[in-house]
Nanobody, 118 residues
Framework: QVQLVESGGGLVQPGGSLRLSCASSRSIFSFNAMGWYRQAPGKQRDLVAVISSGGSTNYADSVKGRFTISRDNAKNTVYLQMNSLKPEDTAVYYC????????????WGQGTQVTVSS
């Protein structure tokens, strides 16, 4: 079974920065894509950023220019650098890994809380 362990969440003031990490128990080369999702109270879980096995990235419009997703293949870790944080970025952030075969297998981390508040 795959384990994804997030870290790096916390409380930050508006305009501040945080870096989230997602460590995989399996080589991240085995996944077709890895990403970050977030879920605010009472809302659905939405995609924040995704990075493919080839390194292509895609971002939600709300975070473009502020967030950067990256991967360290040697450490089997994916990162989300979050700058210029806003109160509306407050949510639980989940790491995701997808493997595409006949069907898509999705793996999730346990989530890490990010709170942006003064």
């Amino acid at each position: 079974q795959v384990q994804l362990v997030e870290s790096g969440g916390g409380l930050v003031q508006p305009g501040g920065s945080l870096r989230l990490s997602c460590a995989s128990s399996r080589s991240i080369f085995s996944f077709n894509a890895m990403g970050w999702y977030r879920q605010a109270p009472g809302k659905q879980r939405d995609l924040v950023a995704v990075i493919s096995s080839g390194g292509s990235t895609n971002y939600a419009d709300s975070v473009k220019g502020r967030f950067t997703i990256s991967r360290d293949n040697a450490k089997n870790t994916v990162y989300l650098q979050m700058n210029s944080l806003k109160p509306e970025d407050t949510a639980v952030y989940y790491c995701n890994a997808d493997k595409f075969t006949i069907a898509t297998t999705r793996y999730w981390g346990q989530g890490t809380q990010v709170t942006v508040s003064s």
